[in-house]
């Protein structure tokens, strides 16, 4: 066999060897890809199904107010995913700004994973009709009362003037979801507490700079918890 044979015939196997490679390779990409995919595939209908059963569960609660589940995207700036190991209290709250309705403070603590302003969140938002919007499911933690999230539901009651007095529709309102969550989660009128009670903070403004009222709204709380105890014996 002359020397010209020879030499085409091992750069055949060479060529051959390395489309074998080239080959084996793109197979090996197309399975990572494919791997990673299907991961990134398994992760959203993961989360899909997570938050499915969270919306389920908040809205199927027997004898709640009306409730319009809008819960926050998971991300570290106003939903941090972090459950909650157990629920002591109900912290009341007021927005600080005036003329603003539930579904404005609930758009701004979503849009807060896109602008890290700040960490700030409640579960519930009251508007000045009365509305209330969920944010944040009951077994997880908000951003709302410093060392207290880990262990009490937030309430963030608007009101439609400086004054942070509420309208009696939000007053109506947030009187009622309180009530029922103390009931729902063995709760007492005097695990209710306003911002005030864990950081001094004049929040919920009203309620602080008239102390009485704030009373008064524990017996309302008190008494709307014997009616709705009544409604379901």
């Excluded at 060529?15 to 959203?44: K, M, P």
């Excluded at 579904?103 to 979503?110: A, G, H, K, L, P």
Aim: hydrophobic share 35%; net charge negative; aromatic share 8%.
């Amino acid at each position: 066999m002359s020397n010209q044979k020879k030499n085409s015939r091992k750069a055949k196997r060479i060529r051959e060897r390395r489309r074998n490679v080239i080959i084996a390779s793109l197979c090996i990409l197309s399975l990572l890809l494919l791997g990673l995919g299907g991961r990134a595939l398994w992760t959203q209908a993961k989360k899909k199904e997570v938050e499915k059963k969270a919306r389920l569960l908040e809205t199927s609660w027997e004898g709640a107010p009306p409730l319009d589940v809008q819960l926050l995207t998971v991300n570290e700036y106003s939903r941090p995913g972090i459950a909650l190991e157990q629920i002591n209290g109900v912290a009341i709250h007021y927005t600080a700004n005036p003329g603003a309705t539930a579904q404005q403070n609930r758009d701004y603590f979503e849009n807060l994973k896109d602008s890290h302003i700040t960490q700030a969140s409640s579960h519930f938002i009251v508007g000045l009709e009365g509305e209330i919007i969920q944010c944040i499911p009951s077994s997880e933690m908000s951003y709302a009362t410093n060392e207290r999230n880990v262990d009490t539901l937030s309430i963030e009651c608007c009101h439609p003037d400086e004054s942070g007095e509420f309208t009696p529709a939000t007053y109506e309102a947030v009187t009622d979801l309180t009530a029922w969550l103390c009931s729902r989660f063995m709760l007492s009128a005097d695990d209710i507490i306003r911002h005030y009670d864990v950081t001094g903070k004049n929040c919920p403004k009203y309620f602080v700079e008239h102390p009485e009222l704030w009373d008064q709204f524990k017996e309302d709380v008190h008494t709307k918890m014997q009616e709705q105890k009544g409604e379901t014996s």
